[in-house]
């Protein structure tokens, strides 16, 4: 079975551009949530989806936005990019939005720079 | 609030020898949930170990083991017979039940490097 996917696995981009990351869940994990790792850190929690709606979000600026589809895909958008933006982005996915126990399993990740 | 504390930046290791990766973690929430996870030098985070808050025997899979140890609020990542393999950041995670909390908050992380 495939993991969990995302595009691009690279991406430049310059200040002030937008930029929309993609990833698809693990088949049959409904929940995605949104990682951003700067260089030399633990990742910081973004968002979490769980059947199309937002169940949770992090410390982040209204820059930054997300979605889920029918399908249990995700999208991450962030707007008005900023050289501290640059970092890498992972998804995870799990089969609920569940408690504690429930383990989130990752992606490959999509490092993202900005110039 | 979650607080994830990993004290050791770098761990150096012999191969086939084993090492032990501290974790301490702050929480008030009586139900939560520990992880580790390995992150090689391509980015992705792998899960090795899930610990309960509620487990009474400490959790163990293949050459990974988790010390737990409730009243001292530590949750120490044991690996046995290190592989070259084995060389990556490792981190620390936890998730609790608090409202909103179902993120999974991280530690700085550890890295290990195995030696031949």
């Known amino acids: 079975d495939a993991g969990v996917t995302q595009s691009p696995t690279h991406l430049i981009k310059t200040r002030g551009q937008h930029v929309t990351l993609r990833c698809s869940p693990i088949?049959?994990?409904?929940?995605v949530s949104w990682y951003q790792q700067v260089l030399g850190q633990g990742p910081q929690f973004i968002f979490q989806?769980?059947?199309?709606?937002?169940?949770g979000r992090g410390n982040f600026p209204d820059r930054f936005s997300a979605r889920q589809f029918p399908n249990y895909s995700s999208e991450l958008n962030v707007n008005a990019l900023l050289l501290g933006d640059s970092a890498l982005y992972l998804c995870?996915?799990?089969?609920?939005?569940?408690?504690?126990?429930?383990?989130?399993?990752f992606g490959p990740g999509t490092r993202l720079l900005v110039l | 609030a979650q607080k994830i504390t990993q004290t050791q930046p770098g761990m150096f290791v012999q191969e086939k020898e084993a090492v032990t990766l501290d974790c301490t973690y702050d929480?008030?929430?009586?139900?939560?949930?520990l992880f580790w996870y390995k992150q090689p030098s391509s980015g992705e985070m792998i899960f090795l170990i899930y610990?309960?808050?509620?487990?009474?025997q400490n959790a163990t899979e293949g050459r990974y083991s988790l010390n737990f140890q409730k009243a001292r609020k530590s949750a120490n990542l044991v690996i046995s017979a290190s592989q070259l393999g084995d060389s990556a950041m490792y981190f620390c995670?936890?998730?609790?039940?608090?409202?909103?909390?179902?993120?999974?908050?991280f530690g700085s992380g550890t890295r290990l490097q195995v030696q031949p």
């Open positions: 995870a996915s799990s089969l609920e939005a569940g408690g504690p126990q429930e383990t989130q399993y």
């Open positions: 088949s049959g994990h409904k929940s």
């Open positions: 989806y769980y059947e199309k709606e937002e169940r």
């Open positions: 929480t008030s929430d009586p139900s939560y949930g």
């Open positions: 610990q309960g808050s509620y487990d009474q």
């Open positions: 995670a936890m998730r609790s039940e608090d409202t909103g909390r179902r993120a999974l908050t």
